[in-house]
Structures are given as structure tokens and as C-alpha cells.
């Protein structure tokens, strides 16, 4: 019996130290570092399609921006005519017509048509940093859930290990007599219930490696590396959110394009007008020699009462729109800031909370092993005192996870890119 037992607590100890030092090699690997994360983020921009088509967006404001700096609102026009009397009389009379018609600007529509112009290169810039964040909080996301999914893993396959060890050393002191059937029994569920855990465990790894693949296209890193916190700074008891927040700066940005756009439309309450510049070659008969005329001719159209309400009443919508919906970001930004903010502390705590439960689990399975060794325990005891100190090992691996992305939330909160 000694000689078995003590086989078989040295096998117990080995696992359950395979179990405390693999944590703690996974909590050595998860120091503050940026390289991973940052990585990945530019993987997942390459592959986003609206990151994609965010070059073309920037290219239509710039063309914007060069049709307002032009001379004309518009393009100029040529027209060409020819006038002679051949299907009739014939007599030689001709007539030739040049006319080379350009728009004009009305007053201060140029200036309003180049601020609006400014400003859509500003919004499309900062929505491309707007979702460059989004990607991000995406990313960190799938990141810690695949953390998340490999440690649960790494959890249950050291279980399984222990629960085989275990039941080999059950079974050969139920041989020679030294424990009953019902031990043997008890062992062996063991050994299924955490091949069982080890299966559902693979298939949720599975899952989250397919959701960080799809955003990065690349098979997930080894190391998972674990994010620095950012400094938080306060303002009258309130967590502060820096005035460069992606998602502020890009309601803001949507704002001002909103109310550019109202200064446009008040600028053009009527169709530019024309200026013409007409040459007109002429003669009489085939006696008479060609003329030569020039005339000028400036078209102004006239406006629309009906027309310009419904432009206005459509361009001051969408600024008042835009304009509510920054208010909405700065609330929605504030409140989620100070949510991840309480979600860390939350984290922490349960943290310590977790290690100093670890510790207590850890002893009790060390003296429970010594007691079933010496015949002064039954193995039933074992095994829930075993599953105890599983659960603990368990729930310091979530916690350290879980601390890992609660960093990663808050820095998202607070518009920190990886």
C-alpha cells in the first residue's frame, strides 16, 4: 500500500503543479506589451472592406475640394451652328455660330462650396480613424475570448492527465484489495467526465481560432500578449475622455460637413447663372461678302420658393441630425468609459480573490491526498476536495483572462488604439 500510494500522490502533485505552473507561465507570457494586438489590427485593416473603399471616400472629397477651388461651379459648353436657305431658295445665304457658354458662381457660394469641401476631407479622415477603433474593439474581442478558450483547454487536458493517473493507481490498489469496486467506479467517471470537458473545451477553442482568423486571415499567435493599461485622468470625480476619442472626433467631424452643407444651400437659392460669349459669321447671298458679329449674353434663372424650402428643410435635418447624434456619442462614450473602468477594478479584486482561493484549494487537495494515501480519507472526499481545487485553478485562469481584457475594454473606451 505505501509504496503505491506514494506512486500515485507523486503523480497527483505533479499534475497539480503542471496546473499552477502552466497558469503561471501563461500569466509570465501576458506582460504589458503592444506588438501583438498592433499586428493584428493592421492585419484586420487590410482585410475590412470598408477600410478598402476609405481611399476612394477620401478621393471623392478631394475632388470636391478641387471643383470648388475652380474658376466656374461647372464645366464651360461649345456650341456650333450652321444656317443657309439650299432647301428653299438658294442664294447663297450662310450663316455660321460660335458660342462658348460658361457658369458663374453667385456670391459667396464659392467660399461656402470650399469650406464644405474642407470639412468632407476632415470627416473622411476621421471616419477613417473611427473605424480603424471599431476594428480594434472587434479585435480585442475575438483576442481574449481565444485566450480565453486556449486556457480552458490547457485546463482540461491537465484534469484529464490527473483523472488518468488517478485511475490506473485506483485500479491497481482495487486489484490487490486495498479499495473497493465503488472506488474504481468513482475513478474511472472521473476520467470520463473530464474527457468530456476536454471535448466541449477543443470545439469552443475551435470556434474562437475561426472568429480571430476571419478578422486577421492568418492563424492565430502563439503568444497572446496582454495590453498596457492607459493612464486615467479625472475631472471633478469623472473619469476624463480624451478630446481625441476616434468616435468623437468623427461626430464631430459629421456635424460640421452637416452644417457646411446648410451654408451651401443657402448660398445657391437659385441655379448659377451663364454667361455666354456668341460669334456669329454671316452673309446675305452669294454676292455678299461675310460678317462678322459678337454678342454677350448672361442668363440668370430665376428661383423657386418651393425648391429652395425643400433643400434648406433637407440640409438643416441632417445637421440637426448629426448634431444629436454627437450629444448621443459623448454620453455613449462617457458611460461606457466609466463602465470598463468599474469592469477593471471588478477585475482585480476577483483576481486577488482568485489567487488567495487557489492557495487554500491547493493545501486542502495536499492534505486530502496525504490523508486518502494514509487510509484516514475515503476517495469520494478525494475527489470533491480534487474537483474543488479544479474549479480554483479554473477560475484563476478565467480571472487572469478576464483582468487581460477588462485593460483591453477600458483602453477601447477611451479611444486607445492596440
Do not use: C
Not at 477600410?51 to 456650341?79: F, I, K, Y
Not at 428661383?303 to 433637407?314: L, Y
Amino acid at each position: 500500500m505505501g509504496m503505491t500510494s506514494f506512486r500515485w500522490q507523486g503523480q497527483m502533485l505533479i499534475g497539480a503543479a503542471g496546473l499552477v505552473f502552466g497558469l503561471s507561465g501563461y500569466a509570465a507570457d501576458a506582460q504589458p506589451a503592444r506588438g501583438g494586438l498592433a499586428q493584428a489590427l493592421e492585419q484586420v485593416w487590410r482585410l475590412d472592406p470598408q477600410a478598402v473603399a476609405l481611399d476612394a471616400r477620401e478621393a471623392e472629397a478631394r475632388a470636391n475640394q478641387d471643383v470648388a477651388a475652380s474658376l466656374t461651379p461647372e464645366p464651360g459648353s461649345v456650341s456650333i451652328g450652321s444656317r443657309n436657305d439650299r432647301l428653299n431658295r438658294n442664294l447663297g445665304k450662310q450663316e455660321y455660330e460660335v458660342e462658348l457658354a460658361t457658369p458663374l458662381w453667385l456670391p459667396g457660394q464659392k467660399a461656402a462650396r470650399e469650406a464644405e469641401a474642407a470639412s468632407r476631407i476632415d470627416e473622411a479622415s476621421a471616419k477613417r480613424v473611427a473605424l480603424r477603433s471599431e476594428l480594434a474593439g472587434e479585435l480585442r474581442d475575438a483576442w481574449w475570448a481565444l485566450a480565453a478558450a486556449r486556457n480552458a483547454k490547457a485546463l482540461a487536458a491537465r484534469r484529464l492527465d490527473t483523472a488518468r493517473a488517478l485511475e490506473a493507481d485506483v485500479r491497481r490498489r482495487y486489484k490487490v484489495g486495498e479499495l473497493s469496486r465503488i472506488d474504481a467506479n468513482l475513478a474511472q467517471t472521473e476520467v470520463h467526465a473530464a474527457g468530456a470537458e476536454l471535448i466541449e473545451t477543443e470545439a469552443t477553442l475551435l470556434q474562437a481560432e475561426q472568429t480571430l482568423r476571419t478578422l486577421t486571415g492568418t492563424i492565430a499567435p502563439q503568444d497572446m500578449t496582454e495590453e498596457g493599461p492607459t493612464q486615467q485622468r479625472t475631472t471633478g470625480g469623472t473619469l476624463a475622455i480624451p478630446e481625441a476619442h476616434p468616435l468623437l472626433v468623427a461626430a464631430a467631424a459629421a456635424a460640421r460637413s452637416a452644417r457646411a452643407r446648410v451654408t451651401v444651400v443657402d448660398e445657391s437659392r437659385r441655379a448659377a447663372p451663364e454667361l455666354s460669349l456668341r460669334v456669329v459669321r454671316e452673309r446675305g447671298d452669294f454676292a455678299e461678302p461675310y460678317a462678322n458679329t459678337v454678342g454677350i449674353r448672361l442668363k440668370i434663372p430665376l428661383s423657386s420658393g418651393a425648391q429652395v424650402r425643400r433643400e434648406t428643410s433637407a440640409a438643416q435635418a441632417e445637421a440637426n441630425q448629426a448634431d444629436a447624434e454627437m450629444l448621443r456619442a459623448q454620453t455613449r462614450v462617457q458611460l461606457e468609459a466609466e463602465r470598463a473602468q468599474r469592469a477593471l477594478a471588478s477585475a482585480e479584486r476577483q483576481l486577488s480573490m482568485a489567487q488567495e482561493r487557489r492557495e487554500l484549494s491547493t493545501e486542502n487537495l495536499r492534505l486530502s491526498e496525504k490523508a486518502f494515501s494514509l487510509g484516514e480519507s475515503d476517495l469520494a472526499t478525494l475527489l470533491r476536495i480534487r474537483a474543488a481545487a479544479f474549479d480554483a485553478e479554473s477560475f484563476l485562469g478565467r480571472q487572469r483572462v478576464a483582468r487581460a481584457a477588462a485593460i483591453s475594454r477600458l483602453n477601447q473606451a477611451l479611444g486607445v488604439l492596440p
